[in-house]
């Protein structure tokens, strides 16, 4: 009786930890540094970095600037960027590849904001196909691509750190 009970907890246990893991703008990293798969990231020196993290230091005007970019490959291939404040948050977001993540999973809370304004431009637009951008004062989302080919970032405009632009966001 104990020996099923003891396998039940094990088995649950092996459910929860296969759960997809994914990044949320405004929170915690999903990935923990080191923990990426692998994949290429650049460093401000233009180099390549084959870790699944990356640390980047600034220099601004007034203070340094240190952020994590946490990389990941997803099942389908889509190589995923968080961009980690000194706080432990998560400021932005890139992706690309053959497959466009979830953004519901990625944007959080911001996704139903997101949704909305999306919609309000492809109305005015008068098309729902294309490149999809949305800028507001909390949250900028551009992405496009074609089949097999998708790229886009998101990042929180009030929470980039000093010295951040949206150019560093790749």
Do not use: K
């Amino acid at each position: 009786m104990n020996l099923r009970i003891v396998c039940s907890a094990m088995a649950f246990a092996a459910a929860i930890a296969a759960l997809p893991a994914h990044a949320e703008l405004g929170g915690a990293p999903t990935w923990p540094a080191g923990t990426a798969t692998s994949s290429a990231a650049a460093s401000t020196s233009g180099t390549s970095s084959t870790s699944g993290t990356l640390a980047v230091r600034r220099l601004s005007a007034n203070a340094t600037t240190a952020y994590t970019v946490n990389t990941t490959t997803l099942t389908g291939g889509t190589v995923v960027r968080e961009y980690v404040g000194s706080n432990g948050s998560v400021f932005a977001i890139a992706w690309q590849g053959p497959q466009i993540p979830g953004l519901a999973t990625l944007l959080g809370t911001y996704f139903p904001g997101y949704v909305q304004s999306l919609n309000e431009t492809r109305a005015t637009r008068g098309t729902g196909f294309g490149a999809a951008s949305v800028q507001r004062s909390d949250l900028v989302v551009q992405s496009g691509g074609h089949m097999g080919a998708f790229a886009g970032r998101a990042w929180l405009p009030p929470a980039l750190p000093a010295g951040v632009s949206a150019n560093d966001i790749q």
